[in-house]
């Protein structure tokens, strides 16, 4: 199985500020659709608090500690064959996307819940944007010398872009011990 870690930052690592990400980039936004629709996605709960509802046409995987947890969301149309699941470990998850026989386990954020899969990730989509910006949330230091980098897209700032970026897909090299 692939799992994925799919992460904006900028040029200082910041991710968020108040439960928010600090930029306005829809083509980076566009990026992350088509990435992660039909897909399922982990979160973290305050990312989930961010975002206030499951986001449409994917599995929604909640990290939580509350066991009492409960989104009213949750499945409430009948005709959507996606769902939205808790959890309450890292374990857990990997039995359902085992179980499940998912190809690519998409990790959405935040800090926290890249902190628990990086060491497991096989491959990174990173957007690197071309800013230092003012936040509280940064994405963790990882061994980027596992993995094999590629550019995959350059876009520079426009009406719909606040900053210029490009995103970088990261590979862990195979024969690492060979
Ligand atoms: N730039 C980006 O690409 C990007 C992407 C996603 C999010 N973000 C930003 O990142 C920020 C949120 O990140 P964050 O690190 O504060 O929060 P987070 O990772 O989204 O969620 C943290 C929560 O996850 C749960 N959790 C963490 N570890 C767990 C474990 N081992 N077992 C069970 N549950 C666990 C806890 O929920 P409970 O407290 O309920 O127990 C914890 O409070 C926001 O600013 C958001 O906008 C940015």
Do not use: C
Request: zero cysteines.
């Amino acid at each position: 199985m692939q799992i994925t870690i799919i992460v904006a930052m900028s040029e200082n690592k910041i991710i968020g500020i108040n439960n928010q990400i600090p930029w306005k980039l829809s083509t980076d936004m566009q990026f992350f659709k088509a990435q992660t629709t039909y897909q399922t996605i982990v979160m973290g709960r305050k990312t989930f608090d961010s975002l206030k509802k499951p986001l449409p046409n994917r599995n929604n995987w909640i990290l939580t500690t509350q066991k009492d947890f409960l989104i009213e969301h949750i499945n409430t149309n009948n005709e959507n064959i996606y769902t939205t699941k808790i959890f309450h470990q890292v374990e857990n998850i990997l039995e359902e996307a085992q179980k499940q026989n998912i190809k690519n386990l998409f990790i959405i954020g935040g800090k926290q819940i890249y902190e628990l899969f990086l060491p497991i990730a096989t491959d990174l989509l990173i957007t690197k944007v071309k800013a230092n910006v003012a936040g509280d949330t940064i994405f963790p230091d990882f061994e980027v010398n596992l993995f094999t980098q590629k550019t995959i897209q350059v876009q520079e700032k426009n009406e719909k872009n606040e900053f210029d970026f490009e995103i970088i897909s990261f590979e862990k090299n195979k024969n690492i011990d060979k």
